[in-house]
């Protein structure tokens, strides 16, 4: 007998549409930009040419988006980035804003 799985609503709506988190690089003076774009490519899986534009606009406007990701993903990529900064000795730090 063919099984059928029913949603409410509100469960549809979160299945479809989870809240997303804006994951952004902020800029300092000790990161070097090579670690920058080895981290844009490492934990965002950015191709090198979009890391390096990445890793610019956030040393010039002091800070840029790296990924939009449901809340745990979002959370786990930030601890992974800082995790990789303090290993290698750089201040690198993200922010996280809910996307709405
Ligand atoms: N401002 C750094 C430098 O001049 C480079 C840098 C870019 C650091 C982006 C952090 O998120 C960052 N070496």
Redesign the pocket.
């Known amino acids: 007998m063919e099984e059928k799985i029913f949603f409410d609503e509100e469960q549809e709506i979160s299945l479809d549409n989870p809240d997303r988190y804006r994951v952004y ?9 090579d670690f ?1 774009v080895y981290v844009l490519m490492t934990v965002f899986d950015k191709p090198r040419v979009e890391a390096t534009r990445i ?1 610019l606009y ?2 010039r406007h002091g800070k840029g988006l790296a990924g939009i990701y449901p809340k745990e993903i979002a959370e786990t990529k930030v601890a992974q980035v800082e995790s990789l900064a303090r290993a290698n000795g750089f201040p ?1 730090k993200c922010s996280i804003e809910r996307d709405d």
């Open positions: 690089l902020l800029n300092d003076d000790y990161t070097t930009m920058v890793m956030v040393h690198l």
